[in-house]
Antibody, heavy 119, light 112 residues
Framework: QVTLKESGPALVKPTQTLTLTCTFS??????????VSWIRQPPGEAPEWLAR???????YYSTSLKTRLTISKDTSKNQVVLTMTNMDPVDTATYYC???????????WGQGTLVTVSS | DIVMTQSPDSLAVSLGERATINCKSS????????????LTWYQQKPGQPPKVLIY???ARESGVPDRFSGSGSGTDFTLTISSLQAEDVAVYYC?????????FGQGTKLEI
């Protein structure tokens, strides 16, 4: 059974750095072709893909956010971590992690974690 | 970045009638080496993450009712619900996974 769960602070202040952890089970990021992405969704808006990390540690980032994002993995712990620097109120959103095996789209998602940026 | 544009933004359809949602990409998402379109349709209900309905533009995900179908190739795609049910009220998104950065359409809100 595949599950993913996001964890991190519900509230961050402007200019702070956000660190989110995706803890998953039912698959391994050590498996060839496996990938995990972070996706966010501001209230009432469409999802926005942020970053992806693959089994071979290849990393890709959103064009507009790449200077603020870092994605990493701990295969032994079944975790993927996303850090986003210099948080702003416009970054208020539900943040999801999702897996994508091989060349397939996001098939399993976490339930998401709402992050509010406010002083 | 590939821009995904959906139409319409919102749609009201009577129960039992057909619903059609369109998605256009700013460049082709057809991968010539395997002849697959890297286009997915998602359904999202309030408070839930998106759920895969259709992948490779026309392949129905396991467990998805056969009233949902996808078509199109290259840059133009369509999601069709053949006979709308009450539980189909949701927001529908297309996603291209042809290349990073992956990009979603802006969404189509489907109502009864």
């Amino acid at each position: 059974q595949v599950t993913l769960k996001e964890s991190g602070p519900a509230l961050v202040k402007p200019t702070q750095t956000l660190t989110l952890t995706c803890t998953f089970s039912g698959f391994s990021l050590g498996t060839s072709g496996m990938r995990v992405s972070w996706i966010r969704q501001p209230p009432g808006e469409a999802p926005e893909w942020l970053a992806r990390i693959a089994w071979d540690d290849a990393k890709y980032y959103s064009t507009s956010l790449k200077t603020r994002l870092t994605i990493s993995k701990d295969t032994s712990k079944n975790q993927v971590v996303l850090t986003m620097t210099n948080m702003d109120p416009v970054d208020t959103a539900t943040y999801y992690c999702a897996r994508s095996p091989n060349d397939t789209p996001f098939d399993y998602w976490g339930q998401g974690t709402l992050v509010t940026v406010s002083s | 970045d590939i821009v995904m544009t959906q139409s319409p933004d919102s749609l009201a359809v009577s129960l039992g009638e057909r619903a059609t949602i369109n998605c256009k990409s700013s460049q082709s998402v057809l991968y010539s080496s395997n002849n697959k379109n890297y286009l997915t349709w998602y359904q999202q209900k309030p408070g839930q993450p998106p759920k895969v309905l259709i992948y490779w533009a026309s392949a129905r995900e396991s467990g998805v009712p056969d009233r949902f179908s996808g078509s199109g190739s290259g840059t133009d795609f369509t999601l069709t619900i053949s006979s709308l049910q009450a539980e189909d009220v949701a927001v529908y998104y297309c996603l291209q996974y042809y290349t990073t950065p992956y990009t979603f359409g802006q969404g189509t809100k489907l109502e009864i």
